[in-house]
């Protein structure tokens, strides 16, 4: 693709978040501001989009296959899947992220793994899913995740979801399977758990939760995918998913939703990308698979 593409923008003014009045052309504006420190986090992750063509107030639906609508110049990973192929867009360029915003995609979310190395993860992710508006103790969870994370060895990372909870990710070398990556993500989680059993849980199920902070680890599975990055979300005020400091996460006003659409271009105009260094930290998870085993008490 060249910088000469110019994307033709279909309907700006359709209104895709009545109780904000934010439009179409609002969205590919958002996308293209912020698309400098966006796209480093989705350099070839094959994108899953969530897409409300008549606004959030109405039934949108998700799209992964994009065989038959992606333009020429649009990078794309063909991914096998049974009796043929399945083909998702990438977003190497800011035209790129305009284009799926002009397909009224709210939110991108993109796949654990890169194009070529799809069945080794360089993510790990763990989405803290409160059961009520706790914040506290959702931040709480978030910390001795991180302490547990930086005591084995890897360097880990805090994001809004611009839901809920929390995202707690670190960087790996993409060298272990999706397996190995989900084993090591259930065990760390909890031992997280355990560590305070009346708030925290591994339970999938919800009706066993209780009131309980649930720590989701299934997003580390083979072609299962995570809220990007800058990405807004389908709700009202149209949040983003945020990364943040470690000690913006102790501010007053921190909440999962506490970021706009609005309010991201001035942030990050004003500031670093808080994971602009993300992939400088990957790591193996050779050693810290050690060191968590001998956190643990497991037997040699």
Known sequence: M???????????????????GI?????????????????????AGPLMLQRHPRGIGEQGFVQKDFADSLPDWMD????????????HPLAEHRQSLEWLANQDCSTPHTWLSRQGRLDTPDRIVFDLDPSDN??????????????????IGLVPYVQTTGSRGLHV??????????DTVRQFARDVAELVADDDAAHRTIEV?????????YLDIMRNAYAQTAVTPYAVRVRRGAPVATPLEWDE?????????????????KRIAAQPDPWAHLNRHARSLTRPSRRLSRLRGDPS
Do not use: C, Q
Not at 23 to 34: I, S
Not at 142 to 148: C, D, F, G, M
């Open 2 to 20: 060249t910088a000469r593409i110019d994307i033709e923008i279909t309907h700006a003014d359709r209104v895709l978040f009545p109780a904000d």
């Open 23 to 43: 439009t179409k052309g609002d969205l590919v504006d958002y996308y293209g501001e912020v698309a400098a420190v966006m796209l480093p986090h989705l350099k």
């Open 76 to 87: 794309r990973a063909e991914v096998a899947k049974a009796g043929g192929t399945v083909v």
């Open 134 to 151: 706790d914040f506290a103790a959702i931040r709480a969870t978030a910390h001795t995740l991180a302490a547990v994370l930086k005591e």
């Open 169 to 178: 990710v670190a960087s790996l070398r993409a060298e272990a399977d999706f």
């Open 205 to 213: 199920r919800k009706e066993k939760r209780g009131d309980r902070i």
């Open 249 to 265: 996460l102790d501010s007053n006003d921190m909440r999962p939703d506490r970021f706009t659409l609005r309010d991201i271009p």
